[in-house]
């Protein structure tokens, strides 16, 4: 039998074609896991440290990094969760200016951030205009090709995450002495500034959102301790009224404007996600996920009911530790401890809780 030769121009052909294919696969594909974060404490995992120099040392930290890292909590926090799942190592805030590692993206989040007023450090449209130059630093630097940066197309894929809105809510509160009504006519604005973010973000090239809507600050030690009040106050749990009332109120208006911002911005995935109802399902079955006493927090003064006072709060002298933080809900009166945002990851990675229900690495498959 003859060998049957393959001309060169077939062969030059062939792998004309196969670079083409893999080119089209390459520019088609999800890319890696990368995380763009915005918000408070909830997510802060070292903004406010880096950013003011607030020291947040031991004992917050003393569970898992077993040093102060500028988180406030006894060690990580949902958002640690989160990267651990994804295989990527925990965001650098962007503040920080000692060997940040922004492989797996980049936390813009910094304690006691809010929506309004606009224009002061570090509300959400600051952080906003903080990515902005993140991105175009990054991408001016990649040409010098003088280290590791993300690129124009880790930047599209990636997925922005926002989770800001409590301390809006809590300033507002305080100002109206606990009062429904004026809180609620100041909830458009805080939304506003939150689609403004999304809108801001998906023009510089963001299609992938993954939004938190608020928890129930009502059934937190600190404000129990803080406010007197009377049953009347509470609801059937123990928890204020007025607090969480307001938090379903602006998390129905953060519903609409995901779900608005869907119909406008076609080509981008805008999640909701429900962290309200798995943060009070914590307080309601407290004894399913092995916790106790719901409204007591660990790390404090003054015992039961809620062993908080803000003349000894955590860390300060005076204040104690309980003996088992993994039993407590609540760290420090406000934060919630390592065992709950355990809980509170994996009720978000299970995909229940956001619309449209999906898993947070389906953003990554091709």
Same mark, same amino acid.
């Given at each position: 039998?003859?060998?049957?030769?393959?001309?060169?121009?077939?062969?030059?052909?062939?792998?004309?074609?196969?670079?083409?294919?893999?080119?089209?696969?390459?520019?088609?594909?999800?890319?890696?896991?990368?995380?763009?974060?915005?918000?408070?404490?909830?997510?802060?995992?070292?903004?406010?440290?880096?950013?003011?120099?607030?020291? #947040?040392? !031991?004992?917050? &930290?003393?569970? $898992?990094?077993?040093?102060? *890292? +500028?988180?406030? =909590?006894? /060690?990580?926090?949902?958002?640690?969760?989160?990267?651990?799942?994804?295989?990527?190592?925990?965001?650098?805030?962007?503040?920080?200016?000692?060997?940040?590692?922004?492989?797996?993206?980049?936390?813009?989040?910094?304690?006691?951030?809010?929506?309004?007023?606009?224009?002061?450090?570090?509300?959400?449209?600051?952080?906003?205009?903080?990515?902005?130059?993140?991105?175009?630093?990054?991408?001016?630097?990649?040409?010098?090709?003088?280290?590791?940066?993300?690129?124009?197309?880790?930047?599209?894929?990636?997925?922005?995450?926002?989770?800001?809105?409590?301390?809006?809510?809590?300033?507002?509160?305080?100002?109206?002495?606990?009062?429904?009504?004026?809180?609620?006519?100041?909830?458009?604005?805080?939304?506003?500034?939150?689609?403004?973010?999304?809108?801001? #973000?998906? !023009?510089?090239? &963001?299609?992938? $959102?993954?939004?938190?809507? *608020? +928890?129930?600050? =009502?059934? /937190?030690?600190?404000?129990?301790?803080?406010?007197?009040?009377?049953?009347?106050?509470?609801?059937?749990?123990?928890?204020?009224?007025?607090?969480?009332?307001?938090?379903?109120?602006?998390?129905?208006?953060?519903?609409?404007?995901?779900?608005?911002?869907?119909?406008?911005?076609?080509?981008?995935?805008?999640?909701?996600?429900?962290?309200?109802?798995?943060?009070?399902?914590?307080?309601?079955?407290?004894?399913?996920?092995?916790?106790?006493?719901?409204?007591?927090?660990?790390?404090?003064?003054?015992?039961?009911?809620?062993?908080?006072?803000?003349?000894?709060?955590?860390?300060?002298?005076?204040?104690?530790?309980?003996?088992?933080?993994?039993?407590?809900?609540?760290?420090?009166?406000?934060?919630?401890?390592?065992?709950?945002?355990?809980?509170?990851?994996?009720?978000?990675?299970? &995909?229940?809780?956001?619309?449209?229900?999906?898993?947070?690495?389906?953003?990554?498959?091709?």
């Amino acid at each position: 039998m003859d060998n049957v030769g393959i001309s060169k121009p077939l062969i030059l052909l062939l792998w004309i074609w196969i670079f083409l294919v893999m080119t089209a696969i390459s520019e088609c594909s999800p890319g890696r896991p990368l995380i763009i974060n915005f918000g408070d404490s909830n997510s802060d995992t070292g903004g406010v440290l880096a950013g003011t120099g607030l020291p #947040i040392g !031991l004992p917050h &930290g003393m569970t $898992f990094f077993h040093r102060g *890292t +500028g988180r406030l =909590g006894d /060690g990580r926090l949902i958002i640690d969760f989160i990267c651990e799942h994804l295989n990527l190592s925990y965001l650098s805030p962007y503040l920080d200016s000692l060997a940040p590692n922004f492989t797996s993206g980049v936390n813009f989040a910094v304690t006691g951030a809010m929506t309004l007023p606009q224009f002061i450090p570090f509300a959400l449209d600051v952080q906003v205009r903080q990515f902005i130059r993140f991105k175009n630093r990054s991408l001016e630097l990649q040409t010098t090709g003088s280290g590791n940066f993300i690129d124009e197309k880790g930047f599209r894929s990636a997925l922005y995450m926002i989770d800001i809105g409590q301390n809006d809510l809590l300033m507002a509160l305080y100002a109206s002495n606990l009062t429904y009504a004026p809180v609620a006519k100041q909830i458009p604005s805080f939304l506003a500034e939150i689609k403004l973010a999304i809108q801001n #973000i998906y !023009l510089y090239g &963001g299609r992938k $959102f993954w939004i938190h809507n *608020t +928890g129930p600050s =009502g059934c /937190g030690p600190k404000e129990l301790a803080l406010h007197p009040h009377t049953k009347n106050d509470l609801d059937r749990n123990g928890c204020f009224r007025v607090h969480n009332d307001l938090a379903k109120a602006f998390n129905k208006g953060l519903r609409n404007i995901c779900k608005e911002m869907r119909t406008i911005l076609k080509d981008a995935t805008i999640v909701y996600v429900d962290v309200y109802s798995i943060k009070y399902n914590l307080f309601t079955k407290y004894k399913r996920y092995g916790f106790e006493d719901p409204f007591m927090a660990c790390c404090g003064y003054g015992g039961p009911p809620n062993n908080y006072n803000r003349k000894a709060t955590c860390g300060q002298p005076g204040s104690s530790i309980c003996n088992n933080v993994s039993r407590s809900i609540v760290w420090d009166g406000v934060h919630y401890s390592e065992a709950s945002n355990r809980v509170v990851a994996t009720s978000i990675l299970s &995909g229940h809780y956001s619309t449209p229900q999906m898993k947070l690495e389906i953003f990554w498959k091709a």
